[in-house]
């Protein structure tokens, strides 16, 4: 084998060795590229559940909010309206010992 012919060989090997390489970093890429884009798509997916999820839990929380709050109005006006009974009978009771403290403040 002649010397030209062992340095094309060597010239050929490298040429082939740059190639792969070449093709490695390439592939390389690609693969980094291809598991950004479906991270992306997996922290959207999740970013989506999540909002659907918080909108679920508000939804629920304003319905509990209301519910009590009902319940508590409910109450408070039934205890309001306890109150005005109970105002109401001791009206008449009142006004006599307002008359008769005013009476007995002028005859003193």
Known sequence: M????????????????KALIA??????SRRILEAKNAA????????????????????KAKEDINREKKWILKGGLSEAEQIKAK????????A??????FERTVNA
């Open 2 to 17: 002649a010397k030209t012919e062992i340095l094309l060989r060597i010239k050929k090997a490298e040429n082939d060795a």
């Open 23 to 28: 093709e490695a970093a390439e592939a390389k």
């Open 40 to 59: 992306g798509k997996i922290i959207r997916g999740a970013e989506e559940e999540a909002e659907k999820f918080a909108a679920e839990y508000l939804g």
């Open 96 to 101: 006599e010992y307002l008359i008769a403290e």
């Open 87 to 94: 105002a109401e009978k001791n009206v008449n009771k009142a």
